[in-house]
């Protein structure tokens, strides 16, 4: 290794975004224990502004052509980046069959060292149990197996944007509706939501509705049959969104990205879990957060909801 000073670290993180809000600790502790390095992040074009803001990295990477292995023009200019960066070592957190390609292309030769699952690299996470591990858990020991012992939980200090121009004042719930499309069974029903909108709105809080693309249908059907609520569908970025939630009263939602930013900025947090998604390995963490699984969201009925969003005032 080179001394610290002389440190260039790469740190791969694609996405989604609830890994990507779980990475920040192991980020945060990466850039702790090389604090003089020149560290750069390998992410997706999404992440780039909130990784920025973050102020955890030097340089920012989109890995934005995700070549496969018969792509050879796109693999080699990815191999010559990656050579280009004459990083000292690499830590892995996507540790999936892609970013284990991208160790395997820098060879043949010598390679930086490298944390994660790749095979042959110098800092395997060698645990045969880590896919039954919770994402937590999983790259706390990974970090400890590279010589990283102390992994804090993600800080949300840093994440404060304008959002006057919403009119918007406590007190105010927010709502996250949506998920993968690809997934509609991690999704509890529209009726369920439009429900629970209107029994807040009885109790004078403010059902704020948070989504984008795909789901501003199912995010427009409960504002049309829950008056009071306020829409943000497409008007929020991440940061946004967790300024939101440091002055909500309440969230409740799927099993999706913005839970996982909601619950950990401590917003007292009510996830929703059907039997397509297993807790034990991926559920939001936070200061406050209440996990309700069913076998099918279909059968949840808002009263038991309703009962989790009140358990907090207890």
């Known amino acids: ?39 750069v992040l390998l992410t997706s074009a999404p992440y780039v502004d909130f990784a920025k803001a973050a102020n955890l ?13 018969w792509q050879i023009g796109k693999v080699k200019a990815l191999r010559n980046q990656l050579k280009s960066g004459q990083f000292t070592r690499v830590y892995d957190l996507q540790t999936s069959d892609r970013s284990s390609f991208y160790y395997k292309i820098l060879g ?3 390679r930086p060292e490298w944390s994660g699952i790749a095979r042959g690299c110098s800092h395997p996470h060698a645990n045969s149990n880590r896919n039954v591990m919770h994402t937590h858990e999983r790259q706390k020991e ?11 939980a993600p800080d949300f200090s840093w994440a404060q944007s304008d959002i006057s121009h919403l009119g918007l004042h406590p007190p105010y719930a927010l709502l996250v509706p949506g998920g993968a499309p690809h997934r509609p069974a991690k999704r509890w029903t529209v009726q369920g939501y439009i429900e629970l909108a209107n029994h807040m709105l009885a109790e004078g809080l403010t059902p704020v509705l948070l989504g984008a693309g795909a789901e501003s249908g199912i995010l427009q059907m409960i504002a049309h049959e829950a008056p009071g609520v306020l829409n943000l569908c497409g008007k929020t970025d991440f940061i946004d969104i967790a300024t939101l939630a440091k002055d909500a009263t309440v969230a409740v939602g799927n099993d999706t990205g913005p839970m996982h930013l909601i619950s950990a900025t ?8 059907s039997f397509d998604s297993n807790p034990a390995l991926c559920a939001q963490r936070g200061d ?7 076998e099918s969201l279909e059968s949840l009925g808002e ?8 358990s907090f005032d207890a």
């Open 1 to 39: 290794m080179a001394s610290l000073s002389e440190d260039r670290i790469l740190v791969i993180k694609l996405g989604a975004l609830g890994d990507f809000v779980q990475a920040l600790g192991p980020m945060a502790a990466i850039r702790s224990h090389h604090q003089n390095a020149h560290i």
């Open 57 to 69: 990295f030097d340089e920012i990477w989109v890995d934005k052509d995700r070549p496969k292995a």
């Open 108 to 110: 043949p030769g010598p």
């Open 142 to 152: 990974q970090l400890a197996m590279a010589g990283i012992d102390q992994v804090p």
């Open 266 to 273: 401590n917003c007292a947090s009510v996830v929703l879990y």
């Open 288 to 294: 406050a957060v209440k996990i309700i699984r069913q």
């Open 303 to 310: 009263a038991e909801v309703w009962d989790a969003v009140k």
